[in-house]
């Protein structure tokens, strides 16, 4: 028989719930490895559960060019442009493989946010942007 040890046991029930305390919203993110400047972003991932997400500096102008690029081996991941308010300009769903270059039209000044939003994904996505 093992000897009890009241401290480690209290221990590791503590780490328990440190550990879920920092999963709150039940966004995970493994192996996750991103990169970009100001006007491209591109990431890979093993596991994305959540969101992420860059803020679009458009300034005046009227049309947003997105070319993105989104390979999901598992799950899915939705690309999505949300406006000033949170109400969504414009999104893509993916559970293969999708590539576009495409013109959305921006009805105000911003700002806007570039969303990644992955639902068991694992794969890697490419996005770029200019505005007209």
Same mark, same amino acid.
């Given at each position: 028989?093992y000897p009890?040890r009241?401290?480690?046991? !209290?221990?590791? #029930?503590? #780490? ?7 999963c709150?919203g039940?966004?995970v993110?493994?192996g $996750? ?6 006007? &491209? $972003?591109?990431?890979?991932? +093993?596991a994305?559960?959540?969101s992420?997400?860059?803020?679009l @500096?458009? +300034? %005046?102008a ?12 598992e799950?899915?991941m939705?690309v999505?442009? !949300? +406006? ?5 300009? $414009?999104?893509t ?5 999708e ?5 959305i039209?921006?009805? &105000? @000044? +911003?700002p806007y946010r570039?969303?990644? !939003? %992955?639902?068991g ?5 490419? !996005?770029? $942007?200019?505005?007209?």
């Open positions: 028989m009890r009241p401290g480690a046991v !209290l221990a590791g #029930l503590l #780490l328990a719930v440190a550990l879920l305390a920092g709150e039940g966004e993110l493994s $996750w490895n991103a990169s970009g400047g100001g006007r &491209d $972003w591109q990431a890979r991932f +093993g994305f559960e959540g992420e997400s860059r803020e @500096s458009v +300034g %005046g009227r049309e947003l060019r997105l070319d993105y690029r989104v390979e999901v081996r799950g899915s939705t999505a442009v !949300l +406006g000033a308010d949170g109400r969504q300009v $414009w999104s769903t993916v559970t293969g493989s590539e576009d270059r495409i013109g039209p921006l009805p &105000d @000044s +911003g570039l969303t990644a !939003l %992955g639902a994904a694992t794969g890697r996505f490419d !996005l770029s $942007w200019k505005t007209r």
